[in-house]
């Protein structure tokens, strides 16, 4: 079985606009959960899912924004490094989406942008 533990750095396309976000995973067993940041609007999201093998399957909740869960499902990669996979909301719209494990960290991203005065990118569906 995979070990998913500790933050990804990945992307969703939604109608082919991509929008970045990290993922912090914790596994206990076939179980996993934790929380996801989007570089959007949508911000901050809590998540509970399984693995099995290397096939990982999880939704998620936006805390504030949304009240439709998101349903994730992937593969990962035979190093651990990369998960490839298809998320959907309901029968309403679908799209693909990759993680890679890394050192970065979105809200860092966002506090040195906050910090240098960049504007952050705002998505709009």
Known sequence: MADL??????????????????IVLL?????????ILDDSYLGEAKLSGEVIGRQISFSKRYVISSPDPVDYVGTVSEDEDLIQGQWKVGYVDSGPWEARRSGESLSLNAENKVKQKVPLAVGFR
């Open 5 to 22: 533990n500790g933050t990804w750095l990945g992307t969703y396309w939604q109608r082919g606009n991509p929008t970045r976000f990290e």
């Open 27 to 35: 596994q206990s067993g076939n179980s996993i959960s934790g929380s």
